[in-house]
């Protein structure tokens, strides 16, 4: 079984439900749930697809940010050694560390902060995932991604963004692809 058929097997166990305070039974549909505090807990088929392009290894380390519901967080801490994730709204930041824990999640280290700056003390980071849409990319995320790491990251305006997925090489070179239109919440903080 490939990395990927792992993932979306583990994926298509995992109860969104779970990660969800009221609108249980919107579980189940395939777009994005308002969660309160102006968020969401993303459409399933996209978290699966990002959490696939992210490429996530054994021993990958890896920055989340925008916690959110935790339902990304529990899909990465699966298939990676570690996960640093932030979120700003401190009530979202603390359901997700009680629901994460509560279920067995012992490789998740939480943070409350400013996203848009990452989170420099446990950089570099191998992978880099951001749940929620920005301007632009972030500088502080891109240095902080380590040499042979990748980032996904919805970049644009308010309604519709571009799924980037951003690589630096051996060298230190950036490059990017552009994906699918996607529509996430905005970023907020320093570079929203």
């Known amino acids: 079984m490939s990395?990927?058929?792992?993932?979306?097997?583990?994926?298509?166990?995992?109860?969104?439900?779970?990660?969800?305070?009221?609108?249980?039974?919107?579980?189940?549909?395939?777009?994005?749930?308002?969660?309160?505090?102006?968020?969401?807990?993303?459409?399933?088929?996209?978290?699966?697809?990002?959490?696939?392009?992210?490429d996530l290894q054994p021993e990958s380390k890896v920055l989340e940010i925008g916690t959110g519901s935790g339902f990304q967080t529990a899909l990465l801490a699966a298939f990676s050694k570690e996960v640093y994730t932030v979120e700003r709204i401190a009530q979202l930041h603390e359901r997700a560390r009680e629901r994460l824990t509560e279920a067995g999640y012992r490789n998740v280290h939480f943070r409350m902060g400013d996203g848009t700056r990452g989170w420099s003390e446990h950089a570099p980071y191998d992978r880099i995932m951001v749940t929620a849409a920005a301007s632009d990319v972030p500088p502080e995320l891109t240095s902080q991604l380590s040499t042979d790491g990748r980032m996904l990251?919805?970049?644009?305006?308010?309604?519709?963004?571009?799924?980037?997925?951003?690589?630096?090489?051996?060298?230190?070179?950036?490059?990017?692809?552009?994906?699918?239109?996607?529509?996430?919440?905005?970023?907020?903080?320093e570079y929203e």
Request: no cysteine; net charge neutral; aromatic share 8%.
């Open 3 to 54: 990395r990927n058929q792992e993932i979306a097997a583990y994926f298509r166990d995992l109860d969104r439900s779970y990660f969800m305070d009221s609108d249980k039974e919107l579980a189940n549909f395939d777009e994005a749930i308002p969660i309160g505090h102006g968020q969401t807990i993303s459409q399933p088929s996209l978290v699966l697809k990002m959490t696939q392009l992210l």
């Open 153 to 189: 990251i919805p970049v644009g305006g308010q309604f519709m963004q571009e799924l980037l997925l951003i690589e630096k090489d051996r060298s230190g070179k950036v490059s990017q692809k552009a994906f699918d239109p996607v529509r996430f919440v905005r970023l907020r903080g």
